[in-house]
């Protein structure tokens, strides 16, 4: 059994998700600070982490001590199957990964990284016109929809899982 959803936030996408899921699943949701004191090493989790620089953060910190049944990764480009294989690639992922769009929130991010951001806005070519307003001013792309295949995994294998 599905014991609780762990998660790492910088700007809140990756909370708000968790938040959602835990609703759903009716489980309850730990930041990955926060979920050693609460569960027992080899429990089984999800995990939510945000994206950057092609890494999920976080992943390695519980990959070795939970049985991961499948992973969020919350970033702000669009989807594509493409994307979605690099991420796994990138991660080390052989189990399902579903890509969850979060967004960008300027206010919450350092000069630093705010300029990183920008400049991988400018370097992005062919994107539509909310991806554009995103990395001009911000955007939030967190829906409820966004979960449904992964909703629809868990609830599909529930009985093995
Ligand atoms: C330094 C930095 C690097 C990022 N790199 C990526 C990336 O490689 N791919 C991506 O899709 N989003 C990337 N993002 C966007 C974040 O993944 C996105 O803002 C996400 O919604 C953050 O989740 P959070 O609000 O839970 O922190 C990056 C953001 C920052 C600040």
């Known amino acids: ?3 609780s959803i762990v998660y790492e936030s910088k700007c809140g996408h990756t909370l708000k998700y ?5 609703k759903k699943l009716n489980i309850p949701f730990y930041s990955s600070e926060e979920v050693n004191r609460k569960l027992e090493n080899g429990e089984k989790i ?3 982490g945000w994206v950057c620089a092609g890494k999920i953060k976080g992943i390695n910190k519980i990959q070795n001590r939970y049985t991961v049944i499948c992973y969020g990764a919350v970033g702000a480009y669009p989807y594509s199957d493409k994307y979605l294989n690099e991420l796994k690639t990138a991660n080390h992922i052989n189990t399902p990964l579903f890509y969850l769009r979060g967004g960008i929130d300027y206010s919450k991010l350092g000069n630093f990284s705010k300029l990183l951001v920008q400049m991988v806005g400018k ?3 062919d994107t539509d016109e909310k991806t554009q ?3 001009k001013q911000g955007y939030d792309f967190v829906v409820e929809e ?4 992964m909703i629809q995994y868990i609830q599909t294998n529930s009985s093995n899982i």
């Open 1 to 3: 059994m599905i014991k």
């Open 18 to 22: 968790a938040e959602m899921l835990s």
């Open 133 to 135: 307003i995103m990395f």
């Open 123 to 125: 370097t992005m070519k």
């Open 146 to 149: 966004n979960l449904e295949n």
């Open 46 to 48: 999800i995990y939510l």
